[in-house]
């Protein structure tokens, strides 16, 4: 477990303890589900878009501290946010957690999400924190199904 001990911030432990928007949306208009059989990640993504802008978004699921923490912090990032700045997001945070260069523009963009960076390091992590962000496209792309992280 040392080695993920920097993982293990703050921020990541504090939302897997209390994720936030952890509930099912009655409303809604894009459903996915998303699964990272490596680690047994299991999520289900709510979004209720009116007009291309996020009104609402949430989840539910159960997995480790990353993918849960990861969905949380995704959910809370993008809530009001349009479609078209989601997908951008998504871009940006796949560049995080995968290790490729960002510029300060788009690190600062990122915010909190940012604490991620460091999963770079472990390649089984990858997945795990990007898991609701694969999930979320599947969602907006009307794929009602589920997500695979390979
Ligand atoms: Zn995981």
């Given at each position: 477990?040392?080695?993920?001990?920097?993982?293990?911030?703050?921020?990541?432990?504090?939302?897997n303890k209390?994720?936030r928007?952890f509930m099912?949306?009655?409303v809604?208009s894009?459903?996915?589900?998303?699964?990272?059989?490596?680690c047994?990640?299991?999520?289900e993504?709510y979004?209720?878009?009116?007009?291309?802008v996020i009104?609402?978004?949430?989840?539910?699921?159960?997995?480790?501290?990353?993918?849960?923490s990861?969905?949380?912090l995704?959910?809370q990032?993008?809530k009001?946010?349009?479609?078209?700045?989601s997908?951008?997001?998504?871009?940006?945070?796949h560049?995080?957690?995968t290790?490729?260069?960002?510029?300060?523009e788009?690190?600062e963009q990122?915010?909190?999400?940012?604490?991620f960076?460091?999963?770079?390091?472990?390649?089984?992590?990858i997945?795990?924190a990007?898991?609701?962000?694969?999930t979320l496209?599947?969602?907006?792309?009307?794929k009602?199904?589920?997500?695979?992280?390979?």
């Open positions: 477990m040392s080695e993920l001990r920097e993982l293990y911030q703050e921020v990541i432990l504090d939302h209390n994720p928007n099912k949306l009655k809604h894009h459903h996915a589900n998303g699964h990272n059989p490596l047994g990640d299991k999520l993504l979004l209720d878009v009116v007009d291309g009104k609402d978004i949430s989840f539910v699921g159960s997995g480790c501290a990353i993918s849960t990861s969905a949380s995704m959910t990032f993008l009001g946010k349009t479609v078209d700045e997908r951008h997001y998504f871009e940006s945070f560049d995080l957690v290790g490729k260069a960002l510029s300060e788009k690190l990122l915010g909190k999400l940012a604490v960076a460091g999963v770079q390091e472990f390649p089984a992590r997945k795990c990007s898991l609701s962000w694969h496209m599947n969602a907006l792309d009307s009602d199904e589920t997500a695979a992280t390979e």
